[in-house]
């Protein structure tokens, strides 16, 4: 590969990772055809970019991306995939049920993520990556926790005028 090919490949991938917020790097090497290919398919119906690139040329657009990878340098080696996504949590959602749907795939494995301004290496940081709420799953419990004392104090108005009438009705028997 020329040196110009490798530039414009730099440059291609560079501008993916500044087009979404979310990087996971994962092994997906030693799968079959048809294993990869279903990989692919629930990656796409996830919303979630799926590519297989050379480690220097990720290293190198990382760099030249403007953002502080440097962290997830050391896991950048072997056979490596990056998982893109807008949604913070969709690629290890997609890794941990591609793994139980599919029970002799032993990968993907995931080597390393930058989610929320954070990073995590190893796989043993998954179930930590699938247990973050993506932004609109915040926007619902902020909301719900926004509804749940006005619906109490409503419920309670409700209640307490049903409970007023029974001891008003209650009194008015007894007067009688």
Do not use: W
């Not at 079959?32 to 996830?46: E, Q």
Request: charged share 25%; hydrophobic share 40%.
């Amino acid at each position: 590969m020329r040196k110009e090919q490798k530039d414009q490949l730099i440059d291609a991938l560079c501008e993916e990772i500044k087009a979404y917020p979310h990087i996971y790097i994962a092994d997906i090497g030693g799968l079959d055809s048809v294993l990869t290919s279903k990989l692919r398919r629930a990656a796409f119906r996830k919303e979630v970019k799926l590519e297989v690139v050379k480690n220097t040329l990720l290293i190198k657009a990382m760099e030249k991306s403007g953002m502080d990878y440097s962290q997830l340098f050391p896991v950048i080696k072997g056979e490596t995939s990056i998982m893109l996504s807008n949604i913070n949590n969709a690629p290890a959602k997609l890794i941990k049920e591609f793994r139980a749907n599919e029970k002799t795939a032993q990968k993907p494995v995931l080597k390393g993520a930058y989610v929320e301004e954070c990073f995590y290496i190893g796989a043993e940081n998954l179930d930590a990556l699938v247990n973050i709420k993506s932004k609109n799953e915040l926007i619902a419990d902020v909301v719900a926790l926004l509804q749940s004392p006005a619906k109490n104090v409503i419920s309670q108005l409700q209640s307490a005028g049903n409970t007023i009438t029974g001891v008003l009705k209650t009194l008015e028997e007894k007067a009688e």
